[in-house]
């Protein structure tokens, strides 16, 4: 392993066995094994997971829940072995998986400290070193000969959470721990991690949120169903995330259920990029055909998933065709006063009436997430509105009207 490489995962691999029987027969039990019955099924969590943290990163994994990211860090600290692969370790580890694992509530502050410290595999002498530093930054110097089942929850978090990051080890690993204690402790744990992010210490960090990995990391991992689906530069595996999860919600009016024999086939094609940014225009195509001799028009909004608001809509008629057949149409517009945000495509086909004829939703509502990360906030221009923020600004063309 290269001098500079403070964590290498190589081809890492890890299954669990889940029961999926129970019996107390010898019998039952060969005759299950003759068939082919193991009485469990192999789940397989990671599968072939590779990459290398080097030493100063701060180093991102994220996946969704169920992704594997949690059991690849258990590896990574020696807690469970990986059934296929290896990882590498050059340094002190210090793991903190879970706030408050392995302290004692009969026990005073200052004794779990100390025996905290020793679970993380520093001496008496190391962890008086740290100890000043811990008591400081948790801000508990008053309650420390306290025995812990007198703190209240928010004090434990201070406690726990200030023994792992202040313990002086070469590589700090931390799992879904930065919403800790309350706003001052949070502001301050920001600080900590700008000047951890600066001194060159190395920093893996798994965590949903990300603004965090943004802010924190200069590399990062997505995990996705035991694989490594985007890994390098954090704003685009952050993206990629970000992309994933909108992709999966679904809006209210997904429910909409429309099945009328004036119009079929309906489809909605993406033709910008589904992960832009603000200046790029949005474009894309709608398609249906038109089965008897009616006036049609498309309607549709762009719709922030988060919170089912619209943002663009065009509703204006502008495209109404009359007759049967084939229609085609291409639409472009722009939403350079928008960033960070998700939007769902949905759009439906009614007549002069305003009757819902077709509607379009699962994977023919796009995603489309707008980012980027050079922009301020007093740049945006945009404020909630349920009737449509952005002003129409965009146009229709038509490929096919027969």
């Not at 006063?337 to 002069?352: T, Y």
């Amino acid at each position: 392993m290269s001098s500079n490489v403070a964590v290498k995962v190589d081809h890492v691999s890890k299954f669990f066995k889940l029961p999926t029987e129970s019996t107390q027969s010898l019998r039952t039990t060969l005759v299950n094994r003759f068939k082919g019955i193991k009485g469990y099924k192999k789940q397989e969590v990671l599968r072939d997971i590779s990459f290398e943290v080097q030493k100063g990163d701060f180093y991102g994994i994220v996946g969704r829940n169920g992704s594997g990211k949690s059991t690849l860090l258990k590896i990574i600290s020696e807690i469970y072995v990986p059934e296929k692969g290896s990882v590498t370790i050059d340094g002190k580890l210090v793991s903190f998986i879970e706030l408050g694992v392995g302290f004692n509530p009969e026990l005073t502050g200052r004794e779990n400290v100390y025996m905290n410290g020793a679970m993380l595999g520093f001496s008496t002498a190391e962890i008086d070193a740290m100890y000043d530093d811990i008591v400081d930054f948790a801000e508990l110097h008053e309650f420390m000969n306290q025995k812990l089942k007198n703190y209240s929850s928010g004090m434990q978090v201070r406690l726990a959470f200030s023994v792992a990051i202040k313990a002086q080890g070469d590589i700090l690993i931390l799992d879904e721990v930065l919403a800790v204690g309350d706003e001052a402790f949070q502001r301050k744990c920001n600080d900590y991690f700008m000047e951890r992010k600066k001194s060159g210490k190395t920093t893996i960090l798994v965590t949903h949120d990300m603004n965090a990995v943004k802010k924190y990391c200069n590399k990062a991992v997505l995990i996705e169903n035991g694989l490594v689906k985007v890994v390098g530069d954090p704003d685009e595996v952050a993206n990629q995330y970000s992309y994933d999860n909108a992709a999966s919600q679904t809006v209210s009016n997904d429910d909409v259920t429309v099945e009328h024999e004036a119009v079929t086939n309906l489809n909605v094609k993406l033709l910008s990029d589904k992960m832009t940014q603000p200046e790029a225009p949005i474009e894309f195509e709608i398609s249906y055909d038109v089965n008897r001799d009616i006036q049609t028009y498309i309607a549709f909004s762009l719709t922030e998933i988060d919170r089912g608001l619209w943002i663009y809509n065009d509703n204006s008629l502008d495209v109404m065709t009359k007759g049967c057949g084939k229609k085609r149409f291409r639409y472009s517009c722009s939403l350079s006063c928008l960033n960070d945000i998700k939007l769902k495509l949905q759009v439906s086909v009614r007549d002069n009436t305003n009757t819902m004829l077709a509607f379009a939703k699962g994977d023919n509502a796009p995603v489309i997430l707008i980012n980027r990360t050079d922009i301020s906030d007093n740049d945006i221009s945009a404020k909630d509105s349920a009737t449509g923020l952005v002003q129409r600004n965009g146009n229709w063309e038509t490929i096919v009207n027969e």
